[in-house]
């Protein structure tokens, strides 16, 4: 048993080694695991959930080979995430790339109160984690969706090179750069100016910038954020009182990510470019909504089949592709486009 274990160890370190020297080779290997489970679909028996589990799967090893890549590049110094919030984001991201395979699969072992049943336990679940990482844990106030999002190798691997030994040891303490409160611009202090010759005219890296508290609309933001997150639950609530399809749950969902929005637009001078970035994707994804019930069933369904049928029909050599897209979209609408998922 101790000679397996050694072994399994030992390939295991081969694999890390190679994974750390090898960042940009992962990509086509991943690729080629995420774009099998679309394959898969309609294929076999239990399709949905074979394919849902590949995805998954897929997702996971990409999470799991970033954190391998991240700590291979990473300073021990670098790191100021407390153990707490970073075990919180690692079980977010995990349920979120895992939650409609284990949606699929409680519904095909268990039926439909089996369905409804776990995805109560995943939001609690996520409400709870999420609660604590905005309440508690100082470097994170507007979470991302993932909250651990993909690495970006590329630019992991690209590195900072200064020419001026003076700046980098200047850029390497606490004051190397200030935050206006008002536009969130970044300044550079004096003293940790570098030459002319080695100079990039880039602002330097705000380095409190996450440690520096919201005072100017601190209080709305935090409101913002924890109507963004009951929104899962109160909406499950909703549809338990009025029915799945019932347009009560539908316009208190959009209005509670609406609301939610408004308050972050109206104080968005105080968020920092990361944090911009996540409220832009929460904007954009308040388009799922036009394929979401009851408003898919009513209006959005004929208008999709309308312009599908239209380039089927009118378009040389896309019929097939067409055809195939109509007969996947009633599964798609149900499957992936819940309320309490985005």
């Known amino acids: 048993m101790s000679l397996v274990l050694s072994e399994l160890q030992a390939l295991y370190e081969r694999y890390v080694k190679w994974i750390s020297g090898n960042p940009s080779a992962l990509a086509d290997v991943e690729l080629a695991v995420k774009w ?57 991201t995990t349920l979120e790339y895992c939650e409609v395979f284990i949606e699929l699969t409680a519904h095909k072992v268990w039926g439909t109160s089996g369905r409804w049943f776990f995805i109560l336990i995943i939001q609690i679940i996520k409400c709870i984690g999420r609660l604590i990482l905005t309440l508690y844990c100082k470097n994170t106030k507007i979470i991302r969706n993932p909250p651990i999002p993909s690495l970006n190798r590329e630019k992991l691997h690209e590195g900072y090179k200064p020419d001026n030994a003076s700046f980098r040891d200047n850029l390497s303490g606490e004051g190397s750069g200030i935050v206006l409160r008002r536009s969130g611009r ?144 009633p599964y798609w609408q149900q499957t992936y486009f819940y309320m309490w998922s985005s």
Not at 296 to 322: H, W
């Open 186 to 329: 970044v300044l550079r202090q004096v003293n940790c100016s570098p030459s002319l010759t080695s100079r990039t005219w880039k602002p330097p890296p705000a380095i409190n910038q996450a440690h520096q508290p919201l005072e100017y609309g601190g209080k709305f933001l935090m409101s913002a954020e924890l109507l963004y997150i009951a929104k899962p639950l109160i909406h499950l609530a909703c549809m338990k009182r009025f029915g799945t399809n019932s347009w009560t749950s539908y316009l208190l969902a959009l209005a509670l990510d609406s609301a939610s929005l408004r308050m972050y637009y109206r104080n968005r001078e105080v968020l920092s470019k990361e944090q911009r970035v996540e409220l832009s994707r929460r904007c954009v994804s308040m388009l799922l909504y036009l394929m979401r019930s009851p408003f898919y069933d009513r209006y959005t369904r004929t208008k999709i089949t309308n312009v599908l049928n239209g380039i089927g029909n009118n378009v040389p050599l896309t019929g097939t592709i067409v055809r195939l897209i109509l007969s996947y979209i």
């Open 36 to 92: 099998l489970s679309y394959f898969v679909a309609g294929k076999i028996n239990n399709s949905s959930a074979v394919s849902e589990l590949v995805y998954s799967l897929s997702n996971l090893l990409v999470f799991f080979n970033d954190r391998i890549i991240e700590r291979a590049n990473r300073n021990s110094n670098d790191d100021t995430t407390e153990p707490l919030e970073r075990q919180l984001k690692v079980l977010l």
